[in-house]
């Protein structure tokens, strides 16, 4: 079964474009095949893994908003291996507007994924923008599971009073969300900030996952403007190491329904 995983927080500089980058190479080093999906007006993704935005006919905003257009005539190759990519452009920007007389605009994505063939695929990953807007709701809408990107800093938890409130109130759309906890990114071995972040983060969402912390490192800027992975720029660093263990933890981690349907395949 496809797994559709969406990095997501409204905060910017959090690392979800990192985060989905590096974790997809992870996964795909792991022998899984990953299609990335590119939600973000920025298009930080898609030029990071060798896109060229400008050379693009068309892009995730043309399968929002044309529902004839099919995810399958927009992934293009990238440059990580065994990854493919649903594209951003920067016309994006424009789809809050333009979707606003569109019928169940914040369901668009979530058509587009269910009317697609993603046998190919072991998992999706969506980049979201730093935003709550049309476009954050159709990615809670569509996607299967939720991790949320946090940097160690305190306006980082200040912000997460609203988006609760917006993923309670998606879930009356999309009761197969699972939000599966926080991805603690930029951490600095031996910041006190960090430690009484993360621990905050126990003591008030007790319920949630932390997953394996990623460090803070300017390597992970460098293998991006590389166009390349940090697992593939510098394979032994400790940020790789962190991100095969998010990849870990996510396989290990499937919501229960999907880990029941896979001991009932395996009968």
Avoid: C
């Amino acid at each position: 079964m496809t797994r559709i995983i969406a990095f997501f927080n409204q905060k910017g500089g959090t690392a979800k474009t990192t985060s989905t980058l590096n974790a997809g190479a992870a996964l795909a080093e792991r022998g899984k095949r990953v299609l990335l999906i590119d939600l973000d007006p920025q298009a930080s993704l898609t030029m990071a893994v060798g896109v060229d935005v400008a050379a693009l006919d068309q892009s995730v905003y043309d399968l929002l908003l044309e529902p004839d257009l099919t995810i399958a005539e927009l992934i293009v190759p990238t440059t990580l291996r065994d990854i493919q990519l649903v594209p951003s452009h920067p016309d994006l920007a424009a789809a809050e507007l333009e979707l606003i007389n569109v019928p169940e605009r914040e369901r668009q994505l979530d058509y587009r994924l269910r009317a697609a063939d993603l046998s190919a695929y072991d998992y999706v990953l969506i980049d979201a923008p730093p935003a709550l807007n049309i476009l954050s709701v159709n990615i809670l809408v569509a996607t299967g599971e939720l991790v949320i990107p946090i940097e160690p800093h305190p306006l980082s938890l200040m912000v997460l009073r609203r988006l609760f409130e917006t993923i309670t109130r998606v879930k009356r759309l999309n009761p197969r969300l699972t939000l599966h906890g926080f991805l603690p990114t930029k951490v600095h071995a031996n910041s006190r900030l960090a430690a009484d972040m993360i621990e905050t983060l126990r003591e008030q969402f007790p319920d949630l996952a932390l997953l394996p912390a990623i460090p803070l490192s300017v390597k992970s800027a460098e293998s991006a403007a590389e166009l390349t992975s940090i697992l593939e720029y510098m394979p032994r660093s400790t940020v790789s190491a962190a991100y095969r263990q998010v990849a870990e933890w996510i396989e290990t981690h499937a919501p229960a329904e999907l880990a029941t349907a896979a001991r009932s395949d395996a009968r």
